[in-house]
């Protein structure tokens, strides 16, 4: 039974292209969070969904970034334009679906460094 | 927005001290919940203590929680090199998100 998968766990990407991190949850859960780290920082909330639907996405810059979770596949966080400020690891954490006391799986991360 | 704040931020000690660290938070919780993060590494959850529950123990951690103080703490006994890590309190509310704090870096010298 195979941990959260988060890919690509490096990613380098030049200002103004796109980034793409992707991660598959743990087999049996249906809800996904993402977060936002900088070194030496703690865990910034960016978004969190269930299948096909966004519950909340206060943490998430209005411009750019993008998150979706589709019926099927992984889901998937999408930073558009990319600037050096974007660089950081994000991480992907999934959970049961079930309501109360969820406790969170977290993938091993993707670190994007935007040149 | 963040929900956690932990302290201290940093913490250095002797293996075999004991190390505490502290979290509070603003909002109504369902429960509160300790991760331990090694460096470059991805979460990993040690303890969950709901919000009608005072202390937990697992191993050679202990948590309490005050609701009415809006605080929690982490208590690790007898410490080993290989608890030298962030630690970071999060907690979850009746939407099931998830929020974490700052972190605090214990580092327990052999």
């Known amino acids: 039974n195979a941990g959260v998968m988060q890919n690509p766990r490096h990613l380098v990407r030049r200002r103004g292209q796109e980034a793409r991190l992707r991660c598959s949850p743990m087999k049996g859960h249906s809800h996904v969070y993402w977060y936002r780290q900088l070194p030496e920082e703690g865990l910034k909330f960016m978004v969190y969904l269930q299948k096909e639907n966004i519950i909340d996405e206060s943490g998430m810059p209005k411009e750019r970034f993008s998150a979706e979770f589709p019926k099927e596949g992984p889901s998937i966080l999408r930073i558009q334009q990319v600037v050096r400020g974007d660089s950081a690891a994000y991480f992907c954490?999934?959970?049961?679906?079930?309501?109360?006391?969820?406790?969170?799986?977290f993938g091993a991360g993707s670190r994007l460094t935007v040149l | 927005s963040q929900q956690g704040e932990e302290d201290p931020q940093a913490l250095s000690i002797q293996e075999g001290e004991n190390a505490t660290m502290n979290c509070s938070y603003k909002t109504s919780i369902n429960n509160l919940q300790w991760y331990r993060q090694n460096s470059g590494r991805g979460l990993v959850h040690l303890i969950l203590?709901?919000?009608?529950?005072r202390e937990k123990h697992s191993g050679r951690l202990r948590v309490t929680l005050d609701t009415s103080k809006k605080s929690s703490s982490l208590l690790i006994t007898a410490s080993r090199a290989a608890d030298t890590a962030s630690y970071f309190c999060?907690?979850?509310?009746?939407?099931?998100?998830?929020?974490f704090g700052a972190g605090t870096r214990l580092t327990v010298k052999p």
């Open positions: 203590i709901r919000s009608n529950e």
């Open positions: 954490a999934s959970s049961p679906p079930r309501q109360g006391a969820n406790v969170l799986t």
């Open positions: 999060a907690t979850q509310s009746g939407n099931n998100d998830m929020r």
